[in-house]
Every structure is written in structure tokens, then in C-alpha cells.
């Protein structure tokens, strides 16, 4: 009889845009905030709302993945007290050793001061190689099971209208190096971002500014898959390069009614399993359906995966 295999499975959450910004005072709301916080009031409040969010939470905890990542997209306006009301909720999804955290655009709507935003939710961006209480410097590496989770930050301020992305020169040569370190490592390697890595996939005023550097990047140093948030919709593309292609993963906003662009709260899961060659990686989309508190499952790719270097 032979043994059962092993499966390391994963979770991808993305956008749950879970604050209220409800309690904003009117000295909080310049700029690009007042912009933003209209955009709540009139629209994105009855898109994204809590039970949605809860009952993905939920199905999330029965379900029991070893990890879970999310890619951005936690606040709607950056405000200090959203920071706090995101890391309440993260904390009772489960503990930072598994559940891994890239910001979005939204968490990074205006610059704030780190203690403020971001440092609030450090326990869960924090790469194995830190030292406690250091903060966050992307990419962070976790490793977790046969899975090295390697995290970027795409999020900075943006002009009004604007939600665009950036990587930047110096991010892209620490994830130069931290890939040379994985290259014969015999990890899966997944990279995590919150816009579409794909130069073309996303609108002009969206996109992530140095897409075609970061894919040049990844031609000579390669990951095995990589997953995004932003577009609030499901995709499988590839990157395509000499010789191979890179699958790439975006899913629905977590908390979504399903009013602005069809696709309600949804999430999905990985089961990585090694075989003699690499990995068999199982992709299933889990979604939100009425009337019951289970989501409902789809396969929606099955890679095979070599392990080439
Ligand atoms: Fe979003
Ligand atoms: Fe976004």
C-alpha cells in the first residue's frame, strides 16, 4: 500500500476593503481622501460589505488551509483607525505565522506615517529572515511547507483618479537577489502582489507602472506562479518568455456583493502535492452562493509544474 500524499494547502484572498471610514473627521477628509470617501459613500459601501466578508471567513476557517495570503486592499482611505479595525480582523482569521499580507493601493491611498498604517499589521508581512519587532522591507520570503511565499509591495500614493501601481528599482533588485537565493532551493516559488503583474491586463490609470521590468526580471530569474488582487475579477493569464510561461492568478474582491461587476466574494485555494518531476498543483475557486452558508467550489486549473531550477 502506498503512502498517502502529502498536500500542503493554500489559501489566495484579495481586496476585502473590510473598514467603515464612517467615523473620518472632516480635518481627515483633504485631498484625494475626500475623492475617495464620496466613492464609499455613494458606491463602494453596498459592494463591499461584512457579511459577505464574514461568511467567506467562515468557510475560510472550515476549510483549515496551512496558509493564507492576502493581497492588498484591506482599508478603502488609509486612515489610521482602518488600520486598526483591519489588523482586528486579521487577527481573528488566525495567527500571523499563517496568514501572509501585501498592501494594496487603497492601504496606501495617502503617505502616513509607518506606526500609523502599515506598521500596525508588520506581525503579518514580516520575512522569516527579520528580526522581531524590525519592520517590513519588501520582498518579504516566507517559507511555509514546500511553498516560498515571497511578497511585494506594489502600494504607493497615487494622484486623484488614479490607481496605479509601482515596484520601484530598489525592490526589484532585492527580489533579484532573493530569487538568485531560491533558485536550487527545491521550494514552490509563489510571488504575491496586488496589481496585475501582466503589462496590458489592467487600465492605464490602473496598472502597475513597471510591469514590463518586473517581467523582465522574472524572464531571467523565474517563479513558479504568481497571484494578484486590484482588478476585482477572476483571471488566469500567463507570463509569457522564451521557453516557458509563468501561470498567473487574479481573483474577486472577498467581501463583494457582486453588484458592480458580477462576481461576488470569493476566494481560492491551492493543493500542492510533489511528484517526481515538481509539483501537482490543484486550483479550485471557492464563491459566495445565496442561501447557503457553504461556498461553492470550482476546479479551475490543475498545473504540473517542473522543477527546472
Ligand atoms: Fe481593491
Ligand atoms: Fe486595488
Known amino acids: 500500500m502506498t503512502a498517502p500524499e502529502a498536500v500542503f494547502r493554500f489559501a489566495h484572498l484579495s481586496d476585502p476593503h473590510l473598514t467603515d471610514p464612517s467615523g473620518a473627521r472632516f480635518r481627515e477628509l483633504a485631498g484625494k481622501r475626500a475623492l475617495g470617501y464620496l466613492s464609499w459613500r455613494r458606491r463602494r459601501r453596498h459592494e463591499h460589505r461584512r457579511e459577505f466578508l464574514d461568511a467567506l471567513s467562515s468557510d475560510l476557517q472550515n476549510r483549515a488551509p496551512d496558509h493564507t495570503v492576502i493581497t492588498g486592499d484591506l482599508t478603502h482611505i488609509s486612515l489610521p483607525q482602518e488600520f486598526l479595525e483591519a489588523r482586528e480582523w486579521l487577527r481573528s482569521?488566525?495567527?500571523?505565522?499563517?496568514?501572509?499580507?501585501?498592501?494594496?493601493?487603497?492601504?496606501?491611498?495617502?503617505?502616513?506615517?509607518?506606526?500609523?498604517?502599515?506598521?500596525?499589521?508588520?506581525?503579518?508581512?514580516?520575512?522569516?529572515?527579520?528580526?522581531?519587532?524590525?519592520?517590513?522591507?519588501?520582498?518579504?520570503?516566507?517559507?511555509?511547507?514546500?511553498?516560498?511565499?515571497?511578497?511585494?509591495?506594489?502600494?504607493?500614493?497615487?494622484?486623484?483618479?488614479?490607481?496605479?501601481?509601482?515596484?520601484?528599482?530598489?525592490?526589484?533588485?532585492?527580489?533579484?537577489?532573493?530569487?538568485?537565493?531560491?533558485?536550487?532551493s527545491g521550494l514552490l516559488r509563489v510571488l504575491m502582489l496586488h496589481h496585475p503583474p501582466v503589462p496590458g491586463t489592467e487600465r492605464w490609470r490602473k496598472r502597475l507602472v513597471d510591469a514590463p521590468e518586473l517581467c523582465s526580471l522574472l524572464e531571467k530569474r523565474p517563479v513558479d506562479m504568481v497571484l494578484h488582487g486590484h482588478r476585482h475579477r477572476p483571471g488566469h493569464t500567463l507570463i509569457k518568455m522564451t521557453g516557458r510561461q509563468i501561470p498567473v492568478f487574479g481573483i474577486p474582491s472577498a467581501s463583494a456583493a457582486g453588484l458592480h461587476c458580477k462576481h461576488a466574494s470569493e476566494y481560492n485555494e491551492y493543493d500542492v502535492v510533489r511528484t517526481e518531476r515538481g509539483w501537482r498543483v490543484d486550483v479550485r475557486a471557492r464563491s459566495w452562493q445565496e442561501g447557503s452558508p457553504i461556498y461553492r467550489e470550482e476546479q479551475i486549473a490543475r498545473l504540473e509544474i517542473g522543477r527546472s531550477r
Do not use: K
Open 93 to 184: 482569521l488566525g495567527t500571523a505565522e499563517r496568514i501572509t499580507v501585501v498592501p494594496g493601493n487603497h492601504d496606501c491611498y495617502v503617505r502616513m506615517p509607518w506606526d500609523q498604517s502599515l506598521g500596525l499589521w508588520s506581525e503579518f508581512m514580516r520575512a522569516d529572515s527579520a528580526e522581531a519587532g524590525t519592520g517590513s522591507l519588501f520582498p518579504l520570503v516566507r517559507i511555509r511547507g514546500p511553498v516560498a511565499f515571497i511578497g511585494l509591495s506594489s502600494a504607493e500614493p497615487s494622484p486623484p483618479l488614479f490607481a496605479t501601481g509601482r515596484l520601484g528599482d530598489e525592490q526589484l533588485d532585492r527580489l533579484d537577489q532573493a530569487l538568485a537565493a531560491l533558485e536550487h
